[in-house]
């Protein structure tokens, strides 16, 4: 499994498209989304409980805000706020809104409490963009150019914005002194050196970056030079995303998903689509809670 590190499957569900795992130290929970089947799930490690919520609009991406409410990118609302408790979803914008060959997707909140997310093109066209939405609730555009944007962090100095184009490579954007301008982006590591397409993100307190692979069945430790360090094997083929958790942060937990795998793959990975857990020796950093006010509604 790389490294010595052992994997375990902490939740057998076999889902679909397992995505955007996100630690909730309010909750104390493992929160992710099985995005086909639009369902919301959490883990309690503590517990081991696991929660199932079934979604009026399919979620690709959530972030924290004031719990119980966190942010999120959804399939026919764009951006939009999600009451976990109660699955309550209230639109914010769509800056996509009619363009049916795109999808909001990815997205992480910055040191500011500013949410920022990225779009992907259905066919992989360079006509996705990267978005900022901020405390007021106002989005913009601030790049232009991409295929498929996923997942997404930010430089422990604020200096860059790492983000993945899943079939171009790792992006590396300059920001500003104020986080707002975005600059050209260079590419780090290109997909096609790469074992497996890369997919989500997130990061450790050192600063590098883990990237789970698509159809390659690992995640790898990108350190901020570009250079893997290490690669960490999973018992299934598609690893979609990653996120620390955990009270002291240091528990890494992988998604997986079976959409599109051959019979024959699933046999041989009968744990494809589990979420995973696994002590690295690494930690994470505390993921920052959108600023924005939740919608005084009853949830």
């Not at 260079?186 to 450790?204: A, F, K, N, W």
């Amino acid at each position: 499994m790389g490294n010595g590190w052992r994997v375990e499957a902490v939740v057998r569900r076999q889902d679909v498209l397992g995505e955007g795992p996100l630690w909730c130290p309010d909750s104390r929970r493992l929160w992710w989304l099985d995005i086909f089947d639009a369902e919301l799930c959490s883990y309690d490690p503590a517990s081991g409980a696991v929660t199932v919520r079934k979604l009026a609009h399919k979620v690709h991406a959530i972030a924290r805000a004031r719990y119980p409410w966190f942010v999120a990118t959804a399939h026919s609302l764009g951006v939009c706020w999600l009451n976990v408790e109660s699955g309550l979803q209230v639109a914010i914008h769509h800056p996509e809104a009619g363009q049916a060959t795109h999808l909001l997707n990815d997205g992480r909140v910055d040191a500011a409490g500013r949410f920022w997310f990225a779009s992907i093109h259905k066919k992989h066209q360079p006509e996705g963009a990267l978005y900022r939405l901020n405390a007021a609730g106002e989005v913009k555009r601030r790049h232009y150019g991409l295929g498929t944007g996923n997942g997404m962090a930010f430089s422990p100095d604020g200096r860059w914005l790492y983000l993945i184009d899943t079939y171009v490579g790792l992006l590396r954007f300059p920001l500003s002194a104020d986080g707002r301008a975005v600059g050209k982006p260079t590419v780090m590591i290109e997909t096609r050196l790469l074992p497996g397409l890369p997919d989500g993100m997130t990061q450790d307190s050192d600063g590098c970056l883990w990237l789970a692979l698509a159809h390659g069945g690992q995640v790898l430790r990108v350190t901020p030079a570009g250079k893997v360090d290490a690669a960490l094997g999973i018992p299934a083929r598609f690893a979609s995303s990653c996120a620390f958790g955990g009270d002291d942060l240091g528990t890494l937990f992988v998604t997986s998903a079976t959409v599109g795998r051959p019979a024959e793959e699933l046999a041989l990975y009968p744990e494809s689509g589990a979420l995973f857990a696994l002590r690295t020796g690494h930690r994470g950093l505390p993921e920052v809670a959108y600023a924005g006010t939740p919608p005084e509604v009853a949830a």
